[in-house]
T-cell receptor, first 119, second 110 residues
Framework: DTGVSQDPRHKITKRGQNVTFRCDPISEHNRLYWYRQTLGQGPEFLTYFQNEAQLEKSRLLSDRFSAERPKGSFSTLEIQRTEQGDSAMYLC?????????????????FGPGTRLTVL | GNSVTQMEGPVTLSEEAFLTINCTYTATGYPSLFWYVQYPGEGLQLLLKATKADDKGSNKGFEATYRKETTSFHLEKGSVQVSDSAVYFCALWGTDKLIFGTGTRLQVFP
């Protein structure tokens, strides 16, 4: 397995446009997380899925944000009507839902991130 | 609520110097604690973790000990290299999610 992948790596958009990011987790991981990292800050939790079910959403996830994981594999994060304040690095991570094979549920593996710039 | 506080950076060291990056936490109970590292242009990589009090996590010459009494998880390395230059994040396991500190940038010069 090549790890968690994200696409695109960089996205520049104009204010008011919609953008969509994709994350492909490690194949055997049931849980998939989205975090947002702004400049000079640590990652902040946005939402997570266990299989296809979205189990928790942060207050940071406004109505303009929507995340899906329709088949329990890859996930998409869409931002509608982007604002300059949405400029950030969007990180995806995956982990197993149950401890097995030496992996624990609290150890997350991160992708390289998608850097969004809203002009 | 749960939170993590890290020392502000940047931390600037010469090669082979001793490194300490301070991290303290506030939490309900005794959550697992982590150090993640972010090299320029890359995602976060798990550096080490500790799951209970007095546990010591270690990897690549880095160490951190879970101190319940002082609610701390300071990162140490005896001799840093230029290749250790990166941003280091302390984190704790909240309810089904990681809670991160703000990160500490380490710059190591030859």
């Amino acid at each position: 397995d090549t790890g968690v992948s994200q696409d695109p790596r960089h996205k520049i958009t104009k204010r008011g446009q919609n953008v969509t990011f994709r994350c492909d987790p490690i194949s055997e991981h049931n849980r998939l997380y989205w975090y947002r990292q702004t400049l000079g800050q640590g990652p902040e939790f946005l939402t997570y899925f266990q299989n296809e079910a979205q189990l928790e959403k942060s207050r940071l996830l406004s109505d303009r944000f929507s995340a899906e994981r329709p088949k329990g594999s890859f996930s998409t994060l869409e931002i509608q009507r982007t604002e300059q304040g949405d400029s950030a690095m969007y990180l995806c991570a995956s982990s197993p839902a149950w401890a097995s094979g030496g992996q624990s549920t609290d150890t997350q593996y991160f992708g390289p991130g998608t850097r969004l710039t809203v002009l | 609520g749960n939170s993590v506080t890290q020392m502000e950076g940047p931390v600037t060291l010469s090669e082979e110097a001793f490194l300490t990056i301070n991290c303290t936490y506030t939490a309900t109970g005794y959550p697992s604690l982590f150090w993640y590292v972010q090299y320029p242009g890359e995602g976060l990589q798990l550096l080490l973790k500790a799951t209970k009090a007095d546990d010591k996590g270690s990897n690549k010459g880095f160490e951190a000990t879970y101190r319940k009494e002082t609610t701390s998880f300071h990162l140490e390395k005896g001799s840093v290299q230029v290749s250790d230059s990166a941003v280091y994040f302390c984190a704790l396991w909240g309810t089904d999610k990681l809670i991160f500190g703000t990160g500490t940038r380490l710059q190591v010069f030859p």
